[in-house]
């Protein structure tokens, strides 16, 4: 069963390249859309031949040239960075170099037909759904992005109130969200003194002298039932990772240096509250905070903010252009080399900030940095599959309703120890307004994951059988209609798992870069930065301000404006 669409976009030109903001084409795995042209044959390369390193052959009928902007001298011009990578990591890159150091002789370059990376909002026929993150913590990183963008009145946030729910023993059940925090029936008596004895320190052993994963750290502080309740379905759910190869200080760092900081993890919050000084003054632009523990999105999805700030900064986008090849040259510029719809391009850099996925950073860094391509190619992208599924409200279990036939709630994770395969489910039309029309709700799950990853070998039929079959056992009635199936995407290599190592591993591949002579080559994204979309999205504005830094101590900096 499947939804068909119309396809839009919103198309921008720049030196006869398209820039494409559309969705892509439903249940498809990204593309990588290139053909030749060789009208531009006269063309000449100018990079300077040196040590470079190849993703893949180019063809020889393939053209080749550099694309230049000449100042009233004759001079070639030179970008001061190329961002490779139009995800939200590039995108905040790309929109804080402008808006906030001053500098547009950048671009930003993409493989894919459109700008977003996995951000995937999809509408048609009443429905508005995600096929790849699905929301955010509204953050003030993410309000400012909001503001930045320009479409901070186009924010919507979730019911703060809205409860979550862990499926354990045959039921649905809370998570403490505050007063509950004693009378919450998915953890024992027991399991909450054990907890509360060992966050103050008085019941956990010491912490060993080797890297623990999640599974170890929650264990070891809090007890058996936090761990196998909270803490795994939490992984499962949020990371699609495996608590016992994720690492604690990786994933979860702020939380892991509590207890050296204090000795224990209450000990280490006090400690950390005494020692805050003076709360910088909260930018007067940003939306309010908002209250409760709650999550955010657009009015037409995710896709609303990465589309904003596309457009804002259009014209230094290039899309459909794939990263073939590299080469430092003598002179310390980088010459990229594009495979594209016209033919294989090449451009100029004083310093690149690649936001690609590792493994594509391994492929490029194979030949002249080995040990870096080692290290990135280590990291692990497990796959996962996003299923959405629109169901009557009458097929909903008459107890997970309201008194006004709702189901309030932000949606539910499921232990891998419960028999339910499907990771978690998300109440999207729950959650956010307009998500669907009336008399329906809406829901988003993920299945698959680094426990699962057969689910790349399923067709989509089967995917959607077995998530329908887990929810009839938590949440719809038995004898429910069949599902109108919304969307289906299978993400082969999904989120990076930030396993024991992963900090290791991504120091090992930096220092690798400094000792090839590689010093303003960049690593960022979400294997840097973290998973969640206000992880990038912080990491963006820092990653500007580190590269605007780099651009300002190199001398001579191009001022000449980006022209065909």
């Given at each position: 069963?499947?939804?068909h669409?119309?396809?839009?976009?919103?198309?921008?030109?720049?030196?006869?390249?398209?820039?494409?903001?559309?969705?892509?084409?439903?249940?498809?795995?990204?593309?990588?859309?290139?053909k030749?042209?060789?009208?531009d044959?006269?063309?000449?390369?100018?990079?300077?031949?040196?040590?470079?390193?190849?993703?893949?052959?180019?063809?020889?009928?393939?053209?080749?040239?550099?694309?230049?902007?000449?100042?009233?001298?004759?001079?070639?011009?030179?970008?001061?960075?190329?961002?490779?990578?139009?995800?939200?990591?590039?995108?905040?890159?790309?929109?804080?170099?402008?808006?906030k150091?001053?500098?547009?002789?950048?671009?930003?370059?993409e493989?894919?037909?459109r700008v977003?990376?996995?951000?995937?909002?999809?509408?048609?026929?009443?429905?508005?759904?995600?096929?790849?993150?699905?929301?955010?913590?509204?953050n003030?990183?993410?309000?400012q992005i909001?503001?930045?963008?320009?479409?901070?009145?186009r924010?919507?946030?979730?019911?703060?109130?809205?409860?979550r729910?862990?499926?354990?023993?045959?039921?649905?059940r809370?998570?403490?969200?505050?007063?509950?925090?004693?009378?919450f029936?998915?953890?024992?008596?027991?399991?909450?003194?054990?907890?509360?004895l060992?966050?103050?320190?008085?019941?956990?052993?010491?912490?060993?002298?080797?890297?623990?994963?999640v599974?170890?750290f929650?264990?070891?502080?809090?007890?058996?039932?936090?761990?196998?309740?909270?803490?795994?379905p939490?992984?499962?759910?949020v990371?699609?990772?495996?608590?016992?190869?994720?690492?604690?200080?990786?994933?979860?760092?702020?939380?892991?240096?509590?207890?050296?900081?204090?000795?224990?993890?209450?000990?280490?919050?006090?400690?950390?509250?005494?020692?805050?000084?003076?709360?910088?003054?909260?930018?007067?632009?940003?939306?309010?905070?908002?209250?409760?523990?709650?999550?955010?999105?657009?009015?037409?999805?995710?896709?609303?903010?990465t589309?904003?700030?596309?457009?804002?900064?259009?014209?230094t986008?290039?899309?459909?252009?794939?990263?073939?090849s590299?080469?430092?040259?003598?002179?310390?510029?980088?010459?990229?080399?594009?495979?594209?719809?016209?033919?294989?391009?090449?451009?100029?850099?004083?310093?690149?900030?690649?936001?690609?996925?590792?493994?594509?950073?391994?492929?490029l860094l194979?030949?002249a940095?080995?040990?870096?391509?080692?290290?990135?190619?280590?990291?692990?992208?497990p796959?996962?599959?996003?299923?959405?599924?629109?169901?009557?409200?009458?097929a909903?279990?008459?107890?997970?309703?309201?008194a006004?036939?709702n189901?309030?709630?932000?949606?539910?994770?499921?232990?891998?120890s419960?028999?339910?395969t499907?990771?978690?489910?998300i109440?999207?039309?729950?959650l956010?307004?307009?998500?669907?029309?009336?008399g329906q709700?809406?829901?988003?799950?993920?299945?698959?994951?680094?426990?699962?990853?057969?689910?790349?070998?399923?067709?989509?039929e089967?995917?959607?059988?077995?998530?329908?079959?887990d929810?009839?056992?938590?949440?719809?009635?038995?004898?429910a209609?069949?599902?109108?199936v919304?969307?289906?995407?299978?993400?082969?290599?999904?989120?990076?798992?930030?396993?024991?190592g992963?900090?290791?591993?991504?120091?090992?591949?930096?220092?690798?870069?400094?000792?090839?002579?590689?010093?303003?080559?960049?690593?960022?994204?979400?294997?840097?930065?973290g998973?969640?979309?206000?992880?990038?999205?912080?990491?963006?504005?820092?990653f500007?301000a580190?590269?605007?830094?780099?651009?300002?101590?190199?001398?001579a900096?191009?001022?000449?404006?980006?022209?065909?």
């Amino acid at each position: 069963m499947s939804l068909h669409q119309k396809n839009s976009s919103r198309v921008f030109q720049k030196e006869r390249n398209l820039v494409a903001f559309g969705p892509r084409i439903r249940f498809s795995t990204p593309l990588h859309v290139s053909k030749n042209d060789n009208s531009d044959s006269s063309a000449k390369s100018s990079c300077q031949s040196s040590s470079s390193f190849t993703s893949a052959a180019l063809s020889n009928r393939q053209t080749s040239r550099v694309v230049v902007a000449r100042s009233s001298s004759g001079s070639q011009h030179v970008y001061d960075t190329v961002v490779v990578g139009a995800g939200i990591s590039g995108l905040t890159t790309a929109q804080a170099l402008a808006a906030k150091h001053g500098i547009s002789n950048f671009l930003l370059t993409e493989a894919r037909e459109r700008v977003g990376g996995n951000i995937t909002s999809m509408t048609a026929d009443g429905y508005i759904w995600e096929e790849g993150p699905n929301s955010f913590q509204p953050n003030d990183f993410m309000l400012q992005i909001a503001v930045d963008a320009g479409v901070a009145d186009r924010l919507v946030l979730g019911d703060p109130t809205a409860p979550r729910f862990v499926y354990w023993e045959k039921k649905l059940r809370a998570t403490p969200s505050g007063p509950d925090i004693l009378t919450f029936d998915l953890l024992s008596v027991i399991g909450k003194i054990r907890a509360g004895l060992g966050a103050v320190g008085i019941l956990k052993a010491p912490a060993p002298g080797f890297e623990e994963s999640v599974e170890q750290f929650i264990r070891r502080n809090l007890g058996d039932e936090v761990f196998e309740r909270l803490i795994e379905p939490f992984c499962s759910g949020v990371y699609a990772g495996d608590p016992s190869k994720l690492s604690m200080k990786a994933a979860f760092g702020k939380i892991w240096s509590l207890e050296s900081e204090g000795g224990s993890l209450v000990g280490g919050s006090i400690k950390r509250f005494q020692n805050k000084g003076p709360a910088e003054p909260r930018n007067p632009a940003l939306p309010p905070k908002p209250k409760g523990q709650t999550v955010g999105s657009f009015d037409k999805g995710l896709r609303t903010l990465t589309d904003a700030i596309g457009s804002n900064v259009k014209d230094t986008i290039r899309v459909n252009w794939k990263l073939s090849s590299i080469t430092k040259q003598e002179d310390g510029l980088y010459c990229l080399k594009y495979s594209t719809p016209e033919g294989t391009e090449e451009v100029q850099a004083r310093t690149v900030a690649l936001t690609v996925p590792a493994y594509t950073a391994a492929d490029l860094l194979s030949e002249a940095a080995p040990a870096a391509s080692e290290a990135l190619r280590s990291f692990d992208y497990p796959p996962v599959a996003a299923v959405t599924l629109s169901y009557p409200k009458e097929a909903i279990l008459d107890d997970r309703k309201d008194a006004a036939g709702n189901v309030p709630g932000f949606g539910q994770l499921h232990p891998r120890s419960q028999g339910v395969t499907t990771l978690g489910t998300i109440y999207s039309s729950s959650l956010f307004p307009g998500r669907c029309p009336d008399g329906q709700m809406l829901i988003l799950n993920y299945i698959g994951g680094a426990t699962n990853r057969g689910i790349v070998n399923q067709t989509h039929e089967e995917i959607v059988a077995q998530v329908d079959k887990d929810l009839r056992v938590m949440l719809i009635k038995d004898n429910a209609p069949a599902p109108k199936v919304i969307g289906v995407r299978v993400w082969p290599r999904a989120i990076p798992q930030f396993n024991i190592g992963h900090l290791d591993q991504l120091d090992k591949a930096k220092t690798a870069l400094d000792q090839a002579g590689w010093d303003n080559f960049l690593l960022g994204g979400n294997y840097v930065s973290g998973v969640a979309l206000g992880k990038a999205v912080e990491y963006g504005y820092g990653f500007a301000a580190v590269i605007a830094k780099r651009v300002g101590s190199i001398s001579a900096p191009s001022k000449v404006p980006v022209s065909a």
